[in-house]
């Protein structure tokens, strides 16, 4: 079991950049693939991006590829969204997932963060 803690949320500007963390609680982070996902009001809950256990392999969705990178750290418990060239339509509360598997996917976590807000003004 793992408690996930966003933070790193908060309102920017069009074009501009965020970095979120995800702080992961226990000694077992490295077992666990990881993911964001977002989700707006009155929206379904999207995926975002994903790494591996390793952090060797990534992978996002169109919508953010290209301007979303996702990447962990193992020895500090965190796994990062970095966020540029944000858009409006990039505004939801932002999530962390834990899958404990050796590969991630788009939908199939154990374990969820409260979530962080970002909001894009244009």
């Known amino acids: 079991q793992v408690q996930l803690v966003e933070s790193g949320g908060g309102l920017v500007q069009a074009g501009g950049s965020l970095r979120l963390s995800c702080a992961a609680s226990?000694?077992?982070?490295?077992?666990?693939?990881m993911g964001w996902f977002r989700q707006a009001p009155g929206k379904e809950r999207e995926f975002i991006a994903a790494?591996?256990?390793?952090?060797?392999?990534?992978y996002a969705a169109d919508s953010v590829k290209g301007r979303f990178t996702i990447s962990r750290d193992n020895a500090k418990n965190t796994v990062y969204l970095q966020m540029n060239s944000l858009k409006p339509e990039d505004t939801a509360v932002y999530y962390c997932?834990?899958?404990?598997?050796?590969?991630?996917?788009?939908?199939?976590?154990?374990?969820w963060g409260q979530g962080t807000q970002v909001t894009v003004s244009s």
């Open positions: 790494i591996t256990r390793s952090g060797l392999a990534t």
């Open positions: 997932a834990a899958r404990r598997a050796y590969r991630p996917n788009s939908y199939d976590y154990d374990y």
């Open positions: 226990g000694r077992t982070f490295s077992t666990y693939a």
